[in-house]
């Protein structure tokens, strides 16, 4: 029956269309409804944006029962795993959603009804993002029984993930836990729940901390700071190249979510914050500073970028540790001894050997020097010469009147006698 009714895709009509799948609401809720133009793809792209359009009313207005008519009804793996995905959205404090079905990646699967289609989810959290964050996925689409509609039979294709890594998010994955608090957005999973009080504490007393050294810049994306907190490591294989500092290696990372990453020049959405779970049972001291060092991060967003990761990463240590005494601050047990072989500031290298925990310290003590010797102010005016791959000796000589030999020689001495003791 459903190959015979399947040329009904060439003569649906806008009535017919209106009254079926987007039946439970006004039509006036979606987009267009489509207009054929004789072309067997174009016709079924037509029925596939309909199926995504009413995927994203139902999704906006937690309709899980418009939801759910989207769906292959046949396939009871498909209708949990969505349901999952409905509740993760559920949650979150959504401004725009929209999808868009790319016509030009329509494939028919051999031997069968179906196609494959990339669609486009364009998704925006109110008040976290400064624009909508435009991530590609590849659905398959089924003819319904009566041929008159298109219902997504799968959101599942394992290569083609492959071939696009770093195109999900935590809500994407499994099942998450949402928690929200005075402009920090937190997700969880059931391993890490437990611990969103603490790390919403942290993030919300640390925002107020790290503005106050680096200042409330108002090309910052946005106000509010998303933090994750995860176990599932798939979430962190996805974030190559998307990080400041290695994901397999690293207690925390800032996370720069591009608009489009297809299109680079858009910028950046926002600036998130992902814990990993292995810090969680620390005291509270240490993740307040684990948190303030990616909030340092996260809320200088594009400022900085381009410049020496030594002042990247050293800025962020010395704020990370303002709130705290003297006698708190606790240095690496390896700075001193990589302080003494140092002859000049570190680059990538160091950063990405089995030394890097003490050219961290180094980096940090570096930025103590020149917000002691000439004030907070230049260093932070350092950072902003230092940006979009600046000739480093120029900056320093500009700026401070030195080498770069002469500050990371003055930075480990003003570090040594502090600890070395």
């Not at 230049?378 to 000739?391: N, P, T």
Request: hydrophobic share 40%.
């Amino acid at each position: 029956m459903r190959g015979a009714l399947r040329s009904l895709l060439f003569l649906t009509s806008l009535f017919v269309t209106c009254l079926g799948l987007l039946s439970l609401t006004a039509c006036s809720d979606d987009l267009p409804p489509p207009t054929y133009s004789g072309d067997p793809f174009t016709d079924v792209g037509e029925l596939m944006q309909t199926t995504v359009n009413a995927r994203a009313v139902a999704l906006q207005k937690h309709d899980v029962t418009r939801y759910r008519l989207t769906l292959d009804p046949s396939d009871a793996g498909l209708i949990d795993d969505q349901q999952v995905y409905f509740d993760n959205l559920e949650q979150l404090p959504i401004e725009v959603l929209r999808y868009r079905v790319l016509t030009d990646t329509i494939t028919l699967v051999e031997g069968s009804e179906d196609y494959w289609a990339e669609v486009v989810l364009a998704l925006k959290l109110k008040g976290y993002d400064a624009a909508a964050v435009r991530t590609r996925d590849r659905f398959l689409f089924t003819p319904s029984e009566d041929g008159r509609h298109m219902l997504i039979s799968s959101t599942t294709d394992y290569q083609w993930e492959a071939d696009h890594p770093g195109n999900v998010q935590p809500w994407d994955l499994g099942a998450v836990q949402v928690e929200e608090r005075a402009g920090v957005l937190g997700v969880f999973d059931d391993y890490t729940e437990d611990s969103s009080g603490e790390v919403l504490d942290a993030v919300s007393s640390g925002r107020g901390d790290v503005r106050a050294v680096i200042g409330d810049d108002d090309a910052k994306p946005a106000d509010g700071v998303i933090v994750y907190s995860l176990q599932d490591p798939t979430f962190l294989r996805g974030l190559a190249n998307q990080t400041v500092g290695d994901p397999d290696r690293a207690d925390g990372l800032t996370i720069a979510v591009p608009v489009d990453t297809r299109t680079p020049g858009k910028g950046a959405a926002s600036y998130r914050m992902f814990l990993n779970p292995r810090v969680l049972d620390q005291t509270p001291l240490v993740i307040g500073r684990l948190v303030r060092h990616e909030l340092t991060h996260a809320l200088l967003g594009a400022r900085g970028r381009g410049a020496p990761l030594w002042i990247n990463e050293g800025l962020a240590e010395y704020v990370s540790v303002r709130p705290l005494p003297p006698a708190k601050r606790r240095l690496p047990a390896s700075a001193l001894s990589v302080g003494a072989s140092a002859t000049d500031l570190p680059g990538e290298a160091e950063f990405a050997g089995p030394d890097a925990e003490g050219w961290y310290a180094v980096s940090w003590w570096v930025c103590e020097y020149v917000a002691s010797a000439y004030g907070e102010d230049v260093l932070l005016l350092l950072l902003d010469r230092l940006q979009h791959g600046a000739d480093q000796a120029e900056a320093l000589q500009a700026v401070l009147g030195i080498t770069s030999s002469q500050l990371a020689q003055r930075g480990v001495a003003l570090m040594t006698t502090t600890y070395d003791r």
